[in-house]
């Protein structure tokens, strides 16, 4: 059971399998949505105002209405997360998905003609890397024929349904048989991963792209930026870096809410440095010790 998805469509709770959107969604016929990934430490919802702050943000940019508040929607997470306990029969972290479309209505692309915001929240075991992975680190590839979009086109800050230039560029590193793509932007600027912000460690110092490179500025990437400034003693500077640079790095890692901090071991045929001693290594432990002590400064957050 431990690969059943509890689904809740406005209000309504069901299997995830089961169909809940009309044909004439727009989420389903132009990607007209918003997203956010939640996850949850040992029961309790992280980083939960980051994440409705954010989607608060994605639903402005696109002019979309949220048809609830944040009260509404940890009542909605909650009902969601129980039904799925009680159905798979187990307890765990969980991956917390929730799209909001703009809803039904006549075939077109004028947004009058949407009825009323749908939402959809899915709920699931919460997946990882295998230990080896996490052991070697993650492979690399980046892609050369698709780039990342420009802020000037779709923004990338925006957290939309329309994933699909992200899917391209996966699928291609996927076919040269790596774990995620690497993502130029079209200056040939490093930009992110598919669902994943990067950094690169160079002599102790910690670099990421800026968020003008046009890249989503992710929950956990911030965090690690604010922490490593306020408590950590950490270098992390926000710069352009190109994939002449590779090279110059010791290391490279990921970021995202569902995985936190994962190591990279190659970039197409640049190898960089993962075991217990890196800096990478340093950064998880001290971003589980922020999880702890979250956890501990709201409970009120605790789903189970």
């Not at 926000?238 to 995202?256: G, K, M, R, W």
């Amino acid at each position: 059971m431990s690969d059943y998805i509890q689904a809740n469509t406005n209000g309504r709770l069901h299997d995830a399998t089961e169909p809940s959107l009309s044909p004439l969604d727009r989420s389903f016929l132009y990607g007209d949505s918003i997203y956010e990934v939640f996850r949850t430490y040992d029961g309790v919802l992280f980083a939960f105002q980051e994440h409705w702050d954010r989607l608060r943000r994605s639903a402005g940019a696109i002019g979309l209405e949220i048809p609830f508040d944040e009260g509404v929607l940890l009542t909605e997470i909650r009902r969601t997360a129980s039904a799925y306990f009680e159905r798979a029969g187990e307890r765990g972290d969980l991956y917390i998905r929730l799209q909001i479309s703009r809803g039904g209505g006549a075939i077109g692309l004028d947004t009058n003609l949407a009825e009323r915001p749908v939402y959809v929240l899915l709920v699931r075991r919460l997946g990882s890397w295998p230990e080896a992975k996490w052991n070697k680190g993650l492979r690399l590839s980046v892609a050369r024929t698709l780039y990342r979009n420009s802020p000037q086109t779709l923004n990338p800050a925006w957290k939309t349904g329309n994933y699909l230039n992200n899917v391209l560029c996966l699928r291609e590193a996927r076919l040269k048989g790596a774990d995620d793509v690497l993502i130029l932007n079209l200056d040939g600027a490093v930009a992110e991963a598919s669902v994943c912000n990067i950094f690169f460690v160079r002599d102790k110092q910690v670099l990421t792209p800026a968020l003008d490179t046009g890249i989503l500025e992710g929950v956990t990437r911030r965090i690690v930026l604010r922490q490593a400034a306020l408590s950590w003693n950490i270098d992390v500077v926000e710069t352009a870096v190109y994939p002449a640079q590779f090279d110059e790095f010791d290391e490279c890692f990921l970021t995202s809410t569902t995985q936190d901090i994962v190591p990279v071991g190659k970039i197409d045929e640049v190898g960089f440095k993962v075991n217990k001693r890196s800096m990478t290594t340093r950064l998880k432990k001290m971003f589980g010790q922020f999880v702890s002590d979250h956890n501990q400064r709201h409970m009120e957050m605790n789903i189970f």
